[in-house]
């Protein structure tokens, strides 16, 4: 029966999907925000089909657009550097896949779905948005998620650990992680998602979206909701107990606000002043109200002695274990955490023993694909880097450069954090990267219609005039 009960909602889901491509797209970025919840509270005993909702609500949509669209696709694949370049790793990923050391095909799926499956968003998104005011609206919709999310992150802050509300996905048996060592037993937050480290690329990725609504002109109540989940996406970065969303937040808000005050100095100025008040009210509120989050992230922050460590790790560790490859990889899927689980069910071969204590995405990667798809797939990255920042220096409306600019900050300031085995991350990078071909197309096409609107106007007064002359 609950086989028949699962069947029955796969089909149901995935036909949903597959009859609107475009509804479908936008709604994994809710189901994202929401799996965890689902898989923590509401179904449990769901938990490890929950985690591939928004994947069988991608495959529907995939299907509807890149093969029964055809030749109406709105926004068609074309010939470009970063198309090669992503082809080129899907190329040698799906080669690795197929590597004895994994010792059976099916491992190299899992490794498959963690490098590639999200990278067709890039070429959907574009014919996604038809308007300026569209994407806007889209962006101002999802991150309105952070409100409710957001206080749910300050009621387990100052939750027990025991409460349920605190409690983590099943399936992994670890221990609710609090701020013990630093003198609190204030548990290290997580939100609606399912562990921490979800929750910290949800954080970066929303806080990146979020600077260049703060600069675009709103009503007055949307611009204070802007504001509002601004100052919850750092109070909740704090209450994780990660220093790594706060320093991304730090790195990407100087250098958004850096280069553009190259830019732009005397409007960045502007808009810095008008935000002063708001910083000191903030600043003020989380003194008063939340000096017990201030005082714990300060002391695990500055007891923790690793943060050297561990950027050197990032530098050193992919070439160190190149090494052990032997020019070669041990496959896609080698160091993914779903691998071990699918042996045991589907009783495969153990296929080769890799280092199991690589915490950092960057030398996992370089045992997976070896040195040589170490250096295509961090090429990739090097050039959608570049990628970005060319699309913005050529952008002529404020908001798409905006959003080009602090696109391009996320994607280097986390270039070593983790990605390909961030499954929530992995979304928004892609989403991010659809900039690329996104947002000079919709310039184009807000220029064109302002052009119109323009000759229009002109048409319009020349009529008039003509008519004032004959008249007269």
């Given amino acids: 029966m609950k086989t028949l009960i699962a069947l029955t909602a796969i089909v149901i889901i995935f036909y949903w999907s597959f009859q609107d491509w475009r509804r479908s797209l936008k709604a994994i970025f809710f189901v994202l925000v929401i799996e965890g919840a689902l898989r923590k509270w509401i179904l449990p005993q769901a938990s490890e089909a929950i985690y ?17 669209l055809g030749k109406d696709r709105f926004f068609p694949i074309q010939n470009r550097p970063i198309n090669i370049a992503i082809f080129a790793a899907a190329g040698w990923c799906i080669f690795q896949s197929l590597n004895p050391n994994l010792g059976s095909p099916l491992v190299g799926l899992i490794g498959l779905r963690a490098y590639l499956y999200y990278i067709p968003m ?12 569209e994407l806007y609206l889209f962006l101002r919709t999802h991150l309105l998620l952070i409100i409710p999310v957001g206080l749910l992150g300050i009621v387990q802050f100052f939750s027990p650990s025991s409460s349920p509300i605190n409690q983590y996905a099943p399936g992994i048996a670890v221990s609710v992680a609090t701020f013990g060592f630093a003198g609190t037993n204030s548990v290290r937050i997580t939100g609606t998602f399912s562990y921490i480290n979800s929750y910290q690329g949800y954080l970066s990725a929303c806080f990146a979206l979020l600077l260049p609504l703060v600069l675009r002109k709103q009503e007055p109540l949307w611009k204070l909701l802007t504001l509002i989940e601004m100052f ?9 107990g990660s220093r790594t969303p706060v320093l991304a937040a730090i790195l990407i808000a ?42 714990a992230f300060w002391i695990r922050a500055t007891s923790a002695n690793d943060l050297v460590e561990r950027i050197q790790s990032a530098a050193i560790d992919p070439f160190s274990t190149s090494f052990a490859t032997n020019l070669d990889g041990y496959g896609t899927g080698a160091t993914h955490p779903g691998t071990a689980p699918m042996r045991n069910l589907l009783n495969l071969p153990p296929g080769a023993t890799v280092p199991n204590n690589l915490e950092i995405e960057m030398p996992r990667v370089a045992i997976e694909m070896g040195p040589i798809g170490f250096g295509i797939w961090y090429g990739l990255r090097v050039s959608l880097i570049c990628a970005l920042g060319l699309v913005y220096l050529k952008l002529r409306k404020p908001f798409f450069r905006d959003l080009a600019l602090s696109a ?17 991350f992995s979304i928004y990078y892609w989403f991010t990267n659809s900039f690329i071909f996104l947002l000079p197309w919709l310039d184009y096409v807000e220029t064109w219609r302002e052009q119109q609107q323009y000759l229009q106007f002109y048409e319009s007064s020349a009529h008039l005039a003509e008519s004032s002359d004959g008249q007269s």
């Avoid at 591939?52 to 029964?68: H, S």
């Avoid at 890039?122 to 948005?129: E, K, Q």
């Avoid at 606000?257 to 009210?281: D, M, Y």
Wanted: hydrophobic share 60%.
């Fill in 52 to 68: 591939f909702l928004k994947d069988l609500v991608l495959l529907g949509a995939y299907l509807r657009y890149f093969i029964f």
């Fill in 232 to 240: 919850l996406v750092l109070l909740n970065s704090l209450m994780t």
């Fill in 254 to 295: 100087i250098g958004f606000w850096g280069i553009r005050a190259l830019r732009q100095p005397e409007t960045t100025l502007l808009w810095l002043s008008r935000l002063l008040p708001f910083i000191l009210i903030a600043a003020a509120v989380a003194a008063i109200a939340f000096q017990p989050v201030l005082e």
């Fill in 408 to 424: 391009c900050m996320l994607h280097i300031v986390l270039f070593t954090g983790q990605m390909v085995f961030h499954h929530i």
């Fill in 122 to 133: 890039i070429w959907m998104t574009p014919s996604l948005f038809e308007s300026e005011e």
